[in-house]
């Protein structure tokens, strides 16, 4: 099955900071998204990002499809965006629904 | 505002007495499904259903039941609950097609 591997897997940044997540895919995907899970356990939509770029206020996406990663941007950290950072594509036939997700980088904002 | 629910939150239970966790979904979803997260063992999918009346086993289903007697309704059913169940649970739902799936505020289960 497809493998979904992200780097780096721990970061610690001073608030205020800019910082860059990578997802690495192993086979090609026809859609991608970023989830933040808080502190609380709770699962965050950030993107759908299938290919391109995007942009939310600080975050920002973009997927290469055609080399199989996506990397997430995040500018002038604060420390409520502290928690786990997943990417995660579509395991193998549609119908299943089920989403594959990467390994997680867990990020600590510090004040 | 689009969303998916889930009841209770959390929920502490004794092994062997049966409990429900309900989800529902407002966004007229066709595709539903449960995940697990286990440390170590990452988000796993227990199982998914694609409409009302049509469910099927995701990777690990040992244990649980799911019915869909509704469309926006999906709950997950823990006949005789173990202790290996204790876990975070999150349901999930997205449109036809591939959109964007929408995850629930999970519940933290702990089986004594």
């Known amino acids: 099955g497809i493998q979904v591997e992200q780097s780096p897997p721990d970061l610690i940044l001073q608030e205020g900071a800019n910082s860059t997540l990578r997802c690495n895919f192993s086979?090609?995907?026809?859609?991608l998204q970023w989830f933040h899970q808080n502190p609380w356990g709770q699962l965050i939509n950030l993107f759908y990002i299938p290919s391109g770029t995007k942009q939310n206020g600080r975050l920002s996406a973009t997927t290469v499809a055609t080399e199989r990663y996506s990397l997430l941007y995040i500018s002038s950290s604060q420390t409520t965006d502290s928690g786990v950072y997943f990417c995660?594509?579509?395991?193998?036939?549609?119908?299943?629904?089920?989403?594959?997700f990467g390994t997680g980088t867990l990020l600590a904002v510090q004040p | 505002e689009a969303q998916v629910t889930q009841n209770p939150r959390y929920l502490i239970t004794v092994t062997g007495k049966k409990l429900t966790v309900t989800c529902s979904q407002n966004?007229?979803?066709?595709?539903m499904s449960w995940y697990r997260q286990d440390p170590g063992l990452g988000l796993r999918q227990i199982y998914y259903s694609m409409n009302v009346e049509v469910t099927d086993k995701g990777d690990v289903p040992e244990g649980y039941k799911v019915s869909r007697k509704e469309k926006r309704n999906f709950p997950l059913i823990l006949e005789s609950p173990s202790p290996n169940q204790t876990s975070l649970y999150f349901c999930a739902s997205r449109g036809t097609g591939a959109g964007t799936q929408y995850f629930g505020p999970g519940t933290r289960l702990l089986v004594l």
């Open positions: 966004m007229n979803h066709e595709y």
């Open positions: 995660a594509v579509p395991g193998y036939g549609g119908a299943t629904n089920k989403l594959i």
């Open positions: 086979d090609s995907v026809n859609n």
